[in-house]
């Protein structure tokens, strides 16, 4: 199994050798989307590098367990007002209805950017009895308490116990935190300003509630991942992920907890990924500044001058480093649009190419290999895709200079175009997850017309048998579906549309 995988450790901000807790295999956690509205453009920039990191991890040879929650309750406003019944509300529907409905948008987006589906995709109201016992677990080890119905974490408990831990991810020191915004109600409640309620009293109207030991309830929002992150990857895993903003409280909160129950702080290596801007600054309805995945897909918006296609959206994404900041305007897109292009373009070139060389005589092989080996270094460098990327497009010049004739075929053997194109064909579709559309396309005709030539032989035979009624049957079906038969003296051909 490799070893020359680094990551940068957002926990001792540090680059590190990825070493896995048990060879050969990797438990990766990451914060999952809270669904009472469409998701959000950023949030797919978020999950699009996980699904890079997934991806690479499995290339490199490890089984991976990839588990991403949906919350579906327990992130409350600033208000105090739980995300999904604000959705309910909003939608006029039930909070599950309104879950499922922004789930099911949060699912088709993903597989629009070609992002590969978790491995396990738990839900917060799915897993009330592990939360429960969870909170059950912090209180006997004295690091919880509970007052009216609500329980809280005592984080100047944890910290005396714990050589005063908690800020160690975000950086923030116990002295500088204030009361945790979002349960306003329940401030005079704490015995710490710095405490936060892992488990919130029901108040009269609240929808989404359940029976605990401490009354009618519902969990707080950072002890879903601690419960179901340990569930289904153990005390102690390989990696959590998440955006930059979640560092605090959300995941400084998950070390608490997971510290506070079992000792462990989960996560060995934690991973965040920047922000996404637009022309500049940062997203936002209020000013407009803002645009929708699916309206980036249309072109339904303002900001952009056509609708981009999904792979042109995720190769752009690819050009800025997880933990960079990423800037959108049409401009960027535009020229995203045209690298695609000349990338899949070589790509196609490099398909009809024949290898001349042998023996001795194999120096342009030898730098293909060489090009090739360097841009997945750069992936093994905390899976830097823009300077893969870089990399690669090397490559695509050296294709187009072969396609050309400025660099010679009899300098590449056989042997090792096979395997460059095979290495490259891996790295562009199976690491970085883009698309050969045009591939695509040629497989979806080649299925099609095969298809067609069965039905089109069960008619002739139907017309040998004199069967009529199953030969117009097989016709008025084909043509319903926009697809045209005519009868000829070579036999039946076929077109969509005529």
């Not at 710490?192 to 929002?221: C, Q, T, V």
């Not at 535009?334 to 060389?357: I, P, V």
């Amino acid at each position: 199994m490799p070893t020359d995988l680094t990551v940068y450790n957002s926990l001792t901000r540090e680059k590190e050798t990825f070493t896995p807790l048990h060879e050969g295999y990797v438990g990766l956690y990451v914060c999952g989307p809270t669904v009472y509205n469409p998701v959000h453009l950023g949030n797919c920039r978020t999950f699009v590098s996980f699904d890079i990191v997934y991806r690479y991890l499995m290339a490199k040879g490890y089984r991976v367990r990839y588990v991403r929650n949906i919350t579906d309750v327990g992130h409350l406003t600033d208000d105090g007002e739980d995300r999904m019944s604000k959705g309910a509300r909003l939608e006029q529907l039930e909070p599950m209805e309104v879950a499922q409905k922004f789930a099911n948008q949060f699912h088709d987006v993903m597989r629009t950017l070609n992002a590969l589906p978790p491995s396990i995709e738990p839900r917060a109201t799915g897993h009330i009895i592990e939360q429960i016992e969870l909170v059950q677990e912090i209180i006997r080890n004295g690091f919880a308490y509970e007052v009216n119905g609500s329980v809280y974490f005592d984080v100047e408990a944890y910290n005396a116990a714990n050589d005063d831990r908690y800020g160690e991810l975000s950086g923030r020191r116990i002295d500088e935190l204030l009361a945790e915004s979002r349960e306003l109600r329940a401030q005079d409640e704490k015995r710490n300003p710095s405490d936060f309620a892992i488990w919130m009293k029901a108040h009269e109207g609240h929808i989404l509630r359940w029976n605990s030991p401490w009354g009618e309830g519902f969990p707080g929002w950072h002890l879903e991942c601690s419960a179901m992150s340990t569930k289904y990857l153990g005390e102690e895993f390989d990696i959590h992920g998440g955006g930059n903003d979640l560092k605090f409280p959300h995941h400084e909160n998950e070390i608490a907890q997971n510290v506070g129950a079992c000792r462990h702080a989960g996560a060995r290596y934690w991973i965040h990924t920047n922000m996404l801007l637009m022309n500049g600054k940062k997203m936002s309805k209020s000013d407009g500044n803002t645009i929708t995945p699916e309206q980036l897909f249309s072109g339904d918006s303002e900001h952009v001058s056509e609708g981009y296609d999904p792979m042109v959206v995720r190769f752009f994404m690819l050009q800025s480093h997880y933990r960079s900041t990423m800037d959108l305007s049409d401009e960027a897109l535009q020229a995203a649009k045209k690298g695609y292009t000349r990338l899949l373009d070589a790509w196609s070139s490099l398909q009809e190419m024949e290898a001349k060389g042998g023996g001795q005589n194999d120096t342009v092989g030898k730098e293909l290999e060489e090009g090739l080996a360097a841009a997945y270094a750069e992936m093994d460098d905390d899976f830097n895709t823009p300077r893969a990327l870089a990399r690669v497009f090397e490559l695509v010049s050296r294709i187009n200079a072969l396609q050309g004739g400025q660099l010679s075929l009899g300098e590449v053997s056989p042997a090792r175009l096979t395997a460059f194109r095979e290495g490259l064909g891996t790295l562009l579709f199976d690491v970085l997850g883009l698309k050969n559309e045009a591939a695509s396309a040629g497989a979806e005709q080649e299925a099609l017309s095969h298809a067609m030539q069965i039905i089109l032989d069960l008619r002739q035979q139907a017309r040998a048998d004199k069967d009529w009624a199953l030969s117009d049957k097989l016709r008025d079906a084909l043509t319903e579906a926009g697809i045209v038969v005519k009868d000829g003296k070579e036999g039946a051909t076929w077109s969509i549309g005529g």
